[in-house]
């Protein structure tokens, strides 16, 4: 098996990611109703002046969503998610030396942001809408399986585990293999535990505190906590001052191996990273 710790590359359509270190990826909602930033960058040239800011301040991805997952969230129509999202992936995909990741569990949506130059598919229903399995092995594209149990409309309705960090894992076990059965191998898989979705306080803080335990299954993590009410939870923080929260999570994250942390404050969390490597790689 696979050491999700040792350097590896992850081809993302015309750009190659090197794991060997950890990356920041910026996060570019395009949603009127996203919890923290929700129609900030709506519009396109909002959109690229945010993401050609996060790349300037060191994001490797732009992780462009169009339908906010953040609990009790309205599902929204394929065609209005892939109008969100179209125009600013094309363009970022264009004007900037980034990976663009697709932040989408709809078919449409990874087709046809695969052909505007997505390099990432990084879906929270970890492909398991109909046709989103066969539609991600069509486009060639690494994938992001994300755990969550429900939808997000309901997913925070008395979530209950056995053992959180096994059932993760488990969960992500099973969908890795069914990306297998279909065509997307194993270096083509990124997994992401979902703090936050279908999961109390206490779920999340365990499920960090064992984060190593993903590293069994052989691929490299993402860990997406970002002002994310688990913080505000500890902290007693509205989601505007959850900043230091956020980082000291994304520093426990790199130090337990993540590859990749997923942040709205990007310079800040930049410096965390690129420090804790520094330490990691002296010699």
Known sequence: MIDSLSPSRLVCGGRVLDLSRPHVMGILNVTPDSFSDGGRFADRDAALRHAEAMAAAGATLIDVGGESTRPGARAVSPTEELERVAPIVEVVARELDVVVSVDTS???????????????????????????????????????????????????????????????????????????????????I?????????KTLNHNLVLFRHLEALHRLGRPLLVGVSRKSM?????????????????????????????????HDVAETVDVVRMIAAVQTAE
Do not use: W
């Open 106 to 188: 709809t078919p449409a949506v990874i087709r046809e942001c695969a052909r505007l130059g997505a390099g990432l598919i990084n879906d929270v229903r970890s492909l398991q809408r109909d046709g989103a399995l066969d539609a991600a092995a069509a486009t060639g594209l690494p994938v992001c399986l994300m755990h969550m149990r429900g939808e997000p409309g309901d997913m925070q309705v008395d979530p209950r585990y056995e053992d959180v960090t096994a059932e993760v894992c488990s969960f992500l076990e099973q969908r890795m293999a069914a990306c297998v059965g279909v065509g997307i191998p194993h270096e083509r």
């Open 231 to 263: 913080v505000g939870a500890v902290l007693g923080r509205p989601v505007d001052e959850r900043l230091y929260g956020s980082l000291a999570l994304a520093a426990l994250a790199v130090s337990k191996g993540a590859r990749i942390v997923r942040v």
């Open 190 to 198: 990124v997994l992401d535990p979902g703090f936050g979705f279908a």
